[in-house]
């Protein structure tokens, strides 16, 4: 059996020996960009390699693109290779975030063509908590060759953005917390509020109290009415950087709302221009 959205401690903990099965620490905290290295270094799941959300999984900030930029593919091949990541691989990646950085990471693997990635459900606390083993021992992997190529037809522009919304093409979805979408707080960008016409639909909604994705049906109850009748291929996420928008594209995938895209640059790109709108409704 593939897995493609999400696996549970029990299945990936009947596999942990199994050489098929790569596995990717993802933890990171944007408050500290070295946390996640050292968290991983002092103990994580047997047999995982360590995914830096700056270093691994985007590509150098410039002036005209937001803070996590999608990495160049060759270079993210080649990071994935030495991993050892082969078309036979099944691929589990997980954070200690609820899966906001680790979705970002099974986006980038279903960019290239990999569908056999899912994120672990409840993630590392999730782990720890069902008794799951741990070592601190940085694997030695074969690295293999990676060949997958981008899909370019799962990501927008900012200008293919503007043009979709210009035409009513798009439903917009916003993943970023309530407050910083109204314009109310922003302590990350320099810009407060959110682009016009977008709906918001804060990433932490798809989990219940336990910190698990919350089941299908009531996923698809939720983004349903969010896409004001049009098809899930006509949705659109975005967030601060790129990143936890992911995490909504994988909650619509699991609740069989599949096809929606990620706009890369998401709101710290769009406010590179300041003739761009911006709505404040703080």
């Known amino acids: ?25 993802c933890r990171f905290s944007l408050a500290d960009a ?12 047997p047999g995982a390699h360590y995914a830096h959300l700056d270093r691994h999984l985007s590509a150098r900030v ?45 986006w980038l693997l279903r960019w290239l063509g990999h569908e056999a990635v899912a994120v672990l459900d409840g993630g590392w606390s999730r782990w720890c908590e069902a008794g ?8 030695v992997t074969l690295p293999s060759s990676f060949v997958g190529q981008p ?24 993943a970023r917390a309530p407050e910083r979408f109204s314009g109310e707080v ?3 960008d320099p810009v407060a509020g959110h682009i016009p016409e977008a709906v918001n639909h804060p990433f932490q909604n798809n989990l219940n109290r ?16 969010l896409l004001r009748g049009r098809l899930p291929q006509q949705v659109v996420h975005m ?16 609740a069989g709302l599949t096809g929606s895209r990620l706009y890369a640059g998401s709101w710290s790109e769009w406010i590179r221009d300041r003739e761009r709108p911006c709505v404040r409704s703080a």
Request: charged share 20%.
């Open 186 to 188: 922003e302590h990350i």
């Open 34 to 45: 070295a946390a996640g290295g050292m968290l991983y270094a002092g103990r994580h799941i």
């Open 62 to 106: 410039t002036d005209l693109t937001g803070r996590h930029p999608l990495p160049e593919p060759e270079m993210l091949r080649q990071r994935l290779g030495e991993w050892g990541i082969t078309p036979q691989s099944q691929v589990v990646v997980y954070d200690d975030a609820g899966g906001a950085i680790a979705a970002r990471l099974w």
């Open 132 to 139: 799951g083993e741990q070592q601190k021992m940085v694997p």
């Open 239 to 254: 967030c601060g950087s790129g990143v936890t928008a992911c995490h909504n594209l994988l909650a619509m995938e699991i």
């Open 210 to 225: 336990a910190g698990l994705f919350k089941p299908a049906d009531h996923l698809r109850h939720a983004f349903e009415p």
């Open 151 to 174: 899909d370019n037809r799962m990501w927008l522009t900012t200008d293919q953005l503007q043009e979709a919304l210009a035409k009513d093409e798009i439903v917009l979805v916003d």
């Open 1 to 25: 059996m593939r897995y493609s959205t999400l696996v549970s401690t029990d299945v990936l903990a009947s596999h942990i020996s199994d050489p098929a099965w790569v596995v990717i620490d």
